[in-house]
């Protein structure tokens, strides 16, 4: 897999694909409703809101982050 995501096409072509597969995922009631409630007693839990604040502000303090 590494050496297939390092061809720009490659990983172009199965972004797009998972993207697509998101979508119509999310447009499935019976997943929207799961998957929200999955989030929810994730963010719970203490020691992941720790863990995604300290992702989320790194994230956002990243200069390539910002341009898009």
């Known amino acids: 897999m590494r ?3 390092a061809d720009p096409e490659f990983k172009k072509a199965h972004a797009e694909r998972a993207a697509e597969r998101m979508r ?3 447009t499935d009631p019976e997943f929207k409703k799961a998957n929200a409630e999955r989030m929810r007693k994730l963010h719970t839990d203490p020691e992941f809101k720790k863990a995604n604040a300290e992702r989320m502000r790194k994230l956002h303090t990243d200069p390539e982050f910002k341009k898009a």
Do not use: A, P, S, V
Request: glycine content about 0%; aromatic content about 0%.
């Open 24 to 26: 119509k995922l999310h």
């Open 3 to 5: 050496k297939l995501n």
